[in-house]
Structure formats: C-alpha cells, structure tokens
C-alpha cells in the first residue's frame, strides 16, 4: 500500500511556487532589454489533441501572451505517446525561442513509463515557469449506486475485480490517479486505457467503464448534465467549479493529493534572457483578470513559478512518480 503521507509533500512545494509569483515582474526590465526578441510569430506544441483539458488553458495562455508581446503564438497540437512526441519535437527545435512546449505531469511520468525516450526532460529541456495546476474528479457512472466516496469504496470492495475504469493512457496521471487511489484502499478494480480523455469519457457515460479520475474540466459538462456523478476531487483545496464536491482528503485520506500540473519549456541552451522574457509574460498573462476567469471557468488554478523552481519542482517530481509507476507494473514500449 502507498503511504497517502507522501502526497502532502506535493501541495507544500506547488504552495510555495504559487508564493512566488509576486515577484514575477521583478524580472521584467532584463527580459525587456531583448528587444528584437520576439521578431516572428512563436509556435507553442501542445503534445496532446486540440480540445482536451490541456489544450482548453494553453490556448488562454497563448492569447494573452500573444497580445502582451506583440507577436502570434500559433498552438500546434501534436498529440500521442503520452505527450512525448510532441515534447521530443521541442528537444530538437532550434533554441531560439520561437518553438516552446506547454507540457504537463506526463513529462515527469515517461521517463519511468518508457523503456526509451527520444529524448531526456532534464538534458534536452530547459523550465521556463509553472503555470497552472487542474484537479482530477473521480466520477462515476449514474448506473452505480453510490453518492459519495465512503459509498463507492464500500461497493467496489464488496465487487472485487467486477468494476473496471478508463483513462486518456496507460501511465497518465488519470490512470495513476485512481491507481493511488484504488491502491491505498485495497480495491480491485480492471483499467481500460484509451488514446485521450474524449473517448474515455464517452464510454463512461455510455457505462462501458463505470468509474474513472479524470481532469475536472474533461467531465464538467458529463457532471452538469447529471450524465456522470462527481463524487470528490484529488486536489487538498475543493474546486471553484463544483464548490460543493468534497475532496478525497476530506472522505477519510488525509494528505491525498494529485493534480494534473502544466507548465512552459524551451529547448536547452535557449538563451537565458529569452528564458526570462518568456517567463515574465508567462506570470504577467497569470495575473490578467480575464485569464483568471477563464482558468476559473476551466477549474484550472494559476500557479507561476521562477524557471529555477520550475526545474527543481520536474526533479522532485520525476523522483516521486518513479517510485508509483513500479508499483503499478506499467512499462511502456
């Protein structure tokens, strides 16, 4: 059993980079001095399909940003190995700026999933800054007949290995979200993966899965239309979009915490006044109310970080979810 203790730690360090984010525009007169950066539009690679949860905010982000700078920010989605085929086309881009990536946890996932990468996170990347954190929801299919969390886990035990849940991969922080959670309390229950959480969602609506911990903006619109029941959220602190939902600390785990965190990175030996330039607007675009709302309205939660911590933050995660993802068996080619 996973010791739910060792999630606290994660809300802690994702606390203080949020603290950070006051001193944002104390980097500003540096990254203003690169005037002749940017001269061209800049191409943002989402690694995962348009339309899904990191996309909906890495598409506010990009707007905003575009307009504070005065050049477009073209998003390129470029989906599949869950995220690494876009992230490794950004390892081997030109360090010049003008190609970023918008990843997220995955990139902390892969190096334990894949028995090879194209790529090295830690050598072929250089952090720009952490931008924002979604909570997962585990929901579950109107057919069960539960309405809280105590409810489900007293069902899925008294049903051993009858249930089954999807996620948007296998090693996806929406697999290894229920996996934790199915774990620490002795539930057997079958993982379907799918290629994203679209289709994963379908069939849970459908009730060809029953249960599932997926981005809360991935199901937002399933929960409001009662096609899905939100049970709790992964995150310590309840979410603005559905206030009402307990959290999975509050159901009796204590500590429990997992969140699909997103962030900005260049390739290596990008130049560190870009660097600095694209992590000042980066925290400037996080402070515009409009962004705010609009990550509101996503259930996503502003963070910010100086590129330092961000990078410090990838080793620490890289660290914890090496040790998760051994003990759920998953190997990926």
Same mark, same amino acid.
């Given at each position: *059993? ?5 999630y ?29 950066y @940017?001269?061209? @539009?800049?191409t *943002? ?49 030109a360090?010049?700026?003008y190609?970023?990536?918008?990843? $997220?946890? %995955? ?7 894949? &028995? %090879? /990468? ?6 072929? #990347?250089?952090?720009?800054? #952490? ?13 069960? @007949? ?15 290995? &009858? ?12 697999? #290894? ?8 309390? !002795? ?10 959480s ?7 609506? !459908?009730?060809?899965?029953?249960f *599932?911990?997926? $981005? ?19 995150t ?16 009796? *785990? ?18 560190? @006044? ?8 980066m925290? &400037? ?8 709302? &609009? #990550? ?6 502003? /963070? ?15 660290n ?7 003990q $759920? ?5």
């Amino acid at each position: *059993m996973i010791p739910i203790t060792r999630y606290s730690g994660s809300v802690r360090r994702l606390a203080g980079i949020a603290a950070a984010l006051s001193f944002a525009l104390a980097l500003a007169p540096a990254a203003q001095a690169q005037a002749a950066y @940017p001269s061209r @539009p800049i191409t *943002m690679i989402v690694p995962f399909p348009p339309g899904g949860p990191t996309d909906l905010v890495a598409r506010v982000l990009a707007q905003t940003m575009s307009s504070q700078m005065g050049q477009q920010i073209i998003v390129d989605n470029r989906g599949g190995a869950n995220g690494n085929i876009g992230a490794a086309a950004v390892a081997k881009a030109a360090p010049d700026g003008y190609t970023v990536l918008y990843n $997220t946890s %995955s990139i902390t996932l892969s190096p334990a999933l894949y &028995k %090879s /990468l194209p790529y090295d996170v830690q050598r072929d #990347l250089a952090p720009v800054g #952490l931008a924002a954190t979604v909570p997962l929801a585990l929901v579950v299919n109107p057919s069960i @007949p539960v309405t809280n969390v105590k409810e489900f886990i007293a069902y899925a035990k008294a049903n051993p290995g &009858k249930l089954s849940y999807g996620s948007a991969g296998n090693g996806n922080i929406t697999h #290894l979200g229920a996996f934790q959670f199915l774990q620490a309390n !002795g539930i057997e229950a079958v993982h379907i993966p799918y290629k994203g959480s679209a289709p994963a969602d379908a069939d849970l609506v !459908g009730g060809q899965i029953q249960f *599932m911990t997926d $981005t809360v903006n991935s199901v937002a619109g399933f929960v409001r239309e009662k096609r899905l029941r939100l049970l709790a959220v992964t995150t310590l602190k309840r979410t603005s979009l559905f206030p009402d939902a307990p959290t999975i600390a509050e159901m009796g *785990m204590p500590g429990f915490d997992v969140s699909a965190w997103q962030g900005l990175m260049v390739p290596a030996n990008t130049s560190e @006044p870009i660097v600095k330039r694209l992590n000042v607007e980066m925290r &400037k675009a996080l402070q515009n109310p409009e962004v705010l709302t &609009k #990550l509101a309205g996503q259930g996503a939660i502003p /963070l910010g970080s100086t590129p330092q911590e961000y990078g410090d933050y990838i080793r620490s995660e890289i660290n914890r979810w090496s040790v998760i993802v051994k003990q $759920t068996g998953v190997t990926l080619e």
